[in-house]
């Protein structure tokens, strides 16, 4: 499909598949086993330029766009699942940033966000329930003269325990919805208050997601993001980028199932000869390959949307939705073709298939994104309806 996209696209993946070659693969299990958070190979990869896609050159990014992003995320994805580090740096921690941030908020933490130099964290999801973020939304900042200090406790936050620098979210008008919601810069290593502690949910042990607790955490006034109330709009507008492309992860996912399969097939010989000659191997293995390209498309169409600076809400949770199904597909697929070595974590087709399960999760649950296709679809609630209606700064190449 890469002869039908703009030319540098083969160029982009070309050097990403160098990258993780290189420098993610030979080191990624030594960090695992050790538990540690490899950020030197962050630093390499923000050296690289994969982080920056989506943000101007000015402030350290490449201006490639949401496609070549995508990529970035597909190839990672498909090559070593483990490595996190595109979520954090070039996600929505300096998403938000350029969204709403001043100038100087932008050149004071973006740059080295983009550069690897610094580790990113969002902090949205309480343990009252993602699905409904605001409304599940119990931390409280209290302005107290210069400072903000929050109380309260986040949940799933990745890199809580690592990051240098976290937007996170709470609410300094509890009456108010989602409009009581607030943005914040957070520094946790720089200011009192701040604690982590990882829970184990059997993916990465180098990039984990943390419970996060906050007692008179301290934010300076000048590290708010936007004004008081504009938190909400700031993290859907990031998120409405990150959805564009975190279907990319799962085809990523998907792909790596598939040639793993392909590989397994042609060598694993039963009643001599290689299982890949039996028809229903060959069926499981075309069904994977149909579900891969409307996955591709789908989820190449949704970044090039955003780029286009078109609609893309109910494009990019159509692409994270069937993308999500086609990575758990693909992946209880190729377990299927390895019989019980697909169990064992001598093959990473056990890995991936955790990492399957959490794509109907993480930035938003299946459920999530069916009900805003269907309300859509329905006329109850056009997906779109916000569509450059913001008042933010534009992340789309066209603005
Ligand atoms: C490994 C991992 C990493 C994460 N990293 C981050 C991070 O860095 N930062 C962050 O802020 N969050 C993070 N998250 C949180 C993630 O975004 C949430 O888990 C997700 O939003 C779902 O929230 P929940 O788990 O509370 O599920 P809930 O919201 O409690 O949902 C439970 C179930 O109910 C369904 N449901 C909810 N509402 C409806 C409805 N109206 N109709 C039908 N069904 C419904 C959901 O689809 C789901 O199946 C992470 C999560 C995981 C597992």
């Known amino acids: 499909m890469d002869q039908?996209?703009?030319?540098?696209?083969?160029?982009?993946?070309?050097?990403?598949?160098?990258?993780?070659e290189q420098e993610i693969i030979p080191n990624m299990d030594a960090y695992e086993e050790r538990g540690?958070?490899?950020?030197?190979?962050?630093?390499?990869?923000?050296?690289?330029?994969?982080?920056?896609?989506?943000?101007?050159?000015?402030i350290g990014g490449s201006d490639m766009g949401y496609l070549a992003a995508a990529i970035i995320i597909e190839e990672i994805a498909r090559m070593d699942v483990r490595y996190g580090g595109f979520n954090q740096n070039g996600g929505n921690c300096p998403a938000c940033i350029f969204l709403a941030g001043t100038d100087e908020?932008?050149?004071?933490?973006?740059?080295?966000?983009?550069?690897?130099?610094?580790?990113?964290?969002?902090?949205?999801?309480?343990?009252?329930?993602?699905?409904?973020?605001?409304?599940?939304?119990?931390?409280?900042?209290?302005?107290?003269g210069d400072v903000y200090k929050l109380n309260g406790s986040k949940m799933w936050a990745t890199l809580g325990d690592e990051c240098d620098v976290g937007i996170l979210l709470a609410k300094t008008d509890p009456e108010a919805g989602a409009r009581g919601v607030t943005a914040f810069i957070v520094e946790p290593k720089k200011y009192p208050g701040y604690s982590a502690q990882p829970i184990d949910v059997g993916l990465s042990k180098s990039f984990r997601t943390c419970a996060v607790f906050l007692d008179d955490f301290v934010v300076p006034v000048e590290n708010r993001l936007?004004?008081?109330?504009?938190?909400?709009?700031?993290?859907?507008?990031?998120?409405?980028?990150g959805r564009a492309v975190i279907g990319?992860?799962?085809?990523?996912?998907a792909i790596g199932c598939f040639e793993d399969a392909v590989k397994y097939a042609n060598e694993r010989i039963i009643k001599g000869q290689p299982i890949g000659h039996y028809q229903m191997i060959q069926a499981q293995i075309?069904?994977?390959?149909?579900?891969?390209?409307?996955?591709?498309?789908?989820?190449?169409?949704?970044?090039?949307?955003?780029?286009?600076?078109?609609?893309?809400?109910?494009?990019?949770?159509?692409?994270?939705?069937?993308?999500?199904?086609t990575a758990k597909f693909c992946a209880d697929t190729a377990q299927q073709i390895f019989g019980g070595y697909g169990l064992s974590?001598?093959?990473?087709?056990?890995?991936?298939?955790?990492?399957?399960?959490?794509?109907?999760?993480?930035?938003?649950?299946?459920?999530?994104?069916?009900?805003?296709?269907?309300?859509?679809?329905?006329?109850?609630?056009?997906?779109?309806?916000?569509?450059?209606?913001?008042?933010?700064?534009?992340?789309?190449?066209?603005?």
Do not use: W
């Open 286 to 325: 075309a069904e994977m390959a149909v579900e891969i390209e409307a996955s591709r498309a789908l989820v190449y169409q949704a970044a090039q949307a955003m780029d286009e600076e078109l609609p893309t809400n109910r494009l990019a949770a159509i692409a994270k939705f069937h993308a999500s199904k």
């Open 248 to 253: 990319a992860k799962a085809l990523g996912i």
């Open 345 to 399: 974590t001598e093959y990473r087709i056990s890995r991936y298939k955790k990492y399957a399960d959490l794509m109907f999760t993480g930035e938003g649950t299946a459920n999530v994104q069916k009900i805003l296709i269907a309300e859509d679809a329905l006329g109850y609630k056009v997906a779109d309806r916000h569509h450059g209606k913001t008042g933010l700064r534009s992340m789309g190449r066209k603005g």
């Open 36 to 58: 540690e958070l490899p950020r030197d190979l962050i630093k390499r990869a923000g050296d690289a330029g994969f982080y920056g896609c989506t943000f101007p050159e000015e």
């Open 105 to 144: 908020q932008i050149q004071k933490y973006v740059p080295d966000l983009l550069a690897g130099n610094t580790v990113g964290m969002m902090a949205l999801t309480e343990a009252g329930g993602g699905s409904d973020a605001a409304g599940a939304m119990k931390t409280f900042a209290r302005r107290e």
């Open 4 to 20: 039908m996209l703009p030319d540098e696209i083969g160029a982009i993946r070309d050097s990403i598949r160098r990258f993780m």
């Open 226 to 241: 936007g004004e008081e109330g504009e938190g909400f709009k700031i993290i859907m507008r990031a998120l409405q980028g």
